[in-house]
């Protein structure tokens, strides 16, 4: 493990408000020892690491300029924010960063008075600043709100929306994009530095002011011929005409990492008496300042342990594929026999291994960037012509396109594919990535088969089973890391639908499993029948439909009937009873329980403590079934 890096500018800054005494020369210092500190910290716990090292200076000009916290800044999504939690206090735990008990790798407003608006998902700064600005105007407050988003999170309609609502509003809301990949700038310069400087000024300002009073006492006609030449003129050389369209006043693109070009903009912005919403356009580079980083921003973005000299990530050798690549390997085994498959994904492809689909498959893959409204409904089209679409998102980020599942999809029974990722706890990224709730979310949708592998070999058999599928949406969901060791098919074989398996026949407790606890279950029923009761055990395959006539098989022939599913309450427990009290088969004294994530969020914790705290694991199941039927605990050790 090397040794700190010195920082002794750093040392002095407990408070933004230690650095906002200090020269352009001193920030700049700052900025290399923030960086630096940046470094050493996430090569010890692991975490977001590329977006953070792009926005050191920004991040330092802001809290130099502005008055934070009385001032709001709002970071849109939290891989960015890791310098603001050094210079707001949080330098030394930031070693604790997404570890049990550490602080959150997001910006939590339950942690600091520095973080006004928590955010783990993207595209809501504007939305929530907007807010906050208009709450500051209706009390008469005039603190400044900063909304800084990546041009990632500006290809979601959401930060459209907001602009849109922004500029008709007319609050003087400050929207700083930081554009990361050069996706809208041109090559950054003195020139552009220079005209940033002379747009965001009093006398531009004052004389645009003016001139729009001069062409309002013109005739109509030349009062438009006037305003549209000022709008043409500021469009060619800045590049903000969308902005503009929205009602923003745009200024940039001007380079994030100067001190001297960030500092003078944002003063000027703070300064000036316009009214109205403002943008401005920072472009900088992810992974600035450390080469290896600078190199590949896509690995760098979240990264392992790794040694700072070398750039080499500590990774442990896996045991097994993870699910995302056996998801990937079997779905372009089935799209090699079916040119009718096509893939989308939302701005993951590589988190959702349809990276490897691409490369086989470019014309069959699309990315539509961070839109999963848009992506489910886009999958709804190509549903409608014939094709066979597989939606590739993560559970918690479905959640953001339910309306487009409802609707578009599950009401117009359309076979739109939906491979959902990371469902089940998440470890590290904690409560706002945990994709616990597409059991509920989904289940209750008519027309709507859900899923639920239990290996990755059934994991390759959901993919065929959906793929040949045309009967109406259908989803798999499957959990983030790796398998469990089972070996794989070349192929899936397509499952009935709605049936399960039984894997151990039993007469006094039936254990039902939703998913890949069921690993946890069949030791269960090995514990309970070292206990002399005998035990069943079922991979229920399916949350629904489900195997009714198993169901009404077991609730006949044994005693207690549990239920085990990673998802919040409300999935499939709930479906199960609701049907067994409509059927009739609770009437008879049979006992049933249901195991589900209980009713309160999750922060970031190792996965096997998660699912102790959720009374999930072969112990829980034990003693979940003893005290049903009502002999105890009986010294069950915990799992």
Not at 386 to 393: D, L, Q, R
Request: charge should be negative; include cysteine; proline fraction near 5%.
């Amino acid at each position: 493990m090397t040794q700190r890096p010195a920082t002794p500018i750093l040392d002095t800054v407990q408070t933004p408000a230690d650095m906002r005494g200090l020269s352009l020369d001193k920030l700049r210092e700052l900025a290399d020892e923030v960086r630096a500190d940046l470094i050493d910290a996430v090569s010890r716990t692991g975490g977001h690491l590329g977006a953070g090292l792009g926005v050191v200076e920004l991040t330092v000009a802001l809290h130099h300029v502005f008055e934070t916290p009385r001032d709001r800044l709002i970071w849109d999504v939290g891989h960015q924010c890791y310098p603001h939690k050094i210079l707001t206090g949080r330098r030394e735990t930031l070693r604790t960063i997404r570890q049990p008990g550490g602080i959150s790798g997001f910006t939590l407003r339950s942690e600091s008075e520095y973080d006004p608006f928590g955010a783990g998902h993207s595209s809501t700064s504007i939305s929530a600043g907007l807010g906050m600005k208009v709450a500051c105007d209706l009390m008469g407050d005039d603190r400044h709100v900063v909304c800084v988003i990546g041009d990632g999170a500006m290809s979601a309609g959401m930060a459209y929306e907001a602009m849109n609502n922004a500029g008709a509003m007319n609050s003087k809301l400050i929207v700083i994009l930081n554009d990361n990949d050069m996706s809208i700038a041109p090559p950054v310069g003195a020139m552009s530095a220079y005209l940033s400087k002379v747009l965001s000024s009093k006398p531009w300002l004052s004389a645009r002011n003016i001139a729009k009073e001069m062409a309002a006492r013109f005739p109509g006609p030349l009062e438009r011929a006037a305003k549209r030449a000022e709008e043409y003129a500021r469009g060619l050389v800045t590049g903000g005409t969308l902005f503009e369209e929205l009602g923003f006043y745009y200024v940039g693109p001007i380079d994030g990492h100067k001190m001297d070009h960030l500092v003078p903009v944002l003063k000027n912005v703070r300064d000036t008496n316009h009214e109205g919403p403002v943008l401005i356009h920072v472009v900088t580079q992810k992974g600035r300042g450390y080469p290896p980083a600078e190199a590949a921003a896509d690995k760098y973005h979240g990264v392992s342990k790794f040694d700072v000299v070398t750039g080499d990530q500590v990774k442990a050798k896996p045991n097994a594929p993870s699910y995302t690549a056996v998801f990937a390997k079997a779905l372009i085994e089935e799209a090699r026999h079916d040119d009718r498959i096509v893939a989308i994904s939302a701005a993951m492809p590589g988190g959702t291994g349809l990276d490897k689909f691409e490369r086989e498959f470019p014309t069959r893959t699309f990315d539509v960037g961070i839109a999963e409204q848009h992506a489910v409904t886009f999958a709804a089209g190509l549903a409608c012509e014939g094709y066979k679409p597989f939606a590739a998102i993560y559970s918690t980020f479905l959640q953001r396109a339910y309306d487009q599942v409802v609707h578009d999809v599950a009401i117009q029974n359309l076979p739109v594919r939906f491979a959902i990722d990371r469902a089940g706890f998440v470890g590290a990224d904690g409560a706002t990535h945990q994709g616990v709730f597409d059991l509920c979310y989904l289940c209750c949708l008519p027309n709507m088969v859900v899923m639920c592998p239990s290996d990755e070999a059934e994991l390759v058999h959901a993919v065929a089973t959906a793929a040949a599928h045309g009967d109406g949406p259908i989803a798999f969901r499957y959990p983030r890391g790796e398998g469990v060791g089972t070996a794989l098919p070349e192929r899936g074989e397509v499952l009935p639908i709605g049936k399960a398996r039984v894997l151990r026949e039993g007469t006094s407790v039936a254990l039902l499993s939703v998913g890949p606890r069921l690993a946890h279950c069949q030791k269960a029923a090995e514990d309970l029948a070292a206990k002399g009761l005998s035990t069943t055990v079922a991979d229920m395959r399916f949350a629904k439909p489900f195997d009714t006539e198993l169901v009404r098989r077991l609730a006949a022939t044994h005693e207690v009937l549990i239920t085990v599913e990673e998802g919040a309450r409300g999935g499939f427990g709930a479906h199960l009873l609701q049907f067994m009290s409509d059927e009739g088969l609770l009437d008879h004294g049979l006992k049933v329980r249901t195991l589900a994530i209980p009713d309160h969020f999750f922060e970031h914790d190792k996965p096997e403590t998660q699912y102790a705290k959720a009374r999930l694991t072969q112990a829980d199941i034990v003693e979940t079934a003893l005290k049903a039927l009502g002999r105890g605990t009986e010294g069950a050790a915990r799992a």
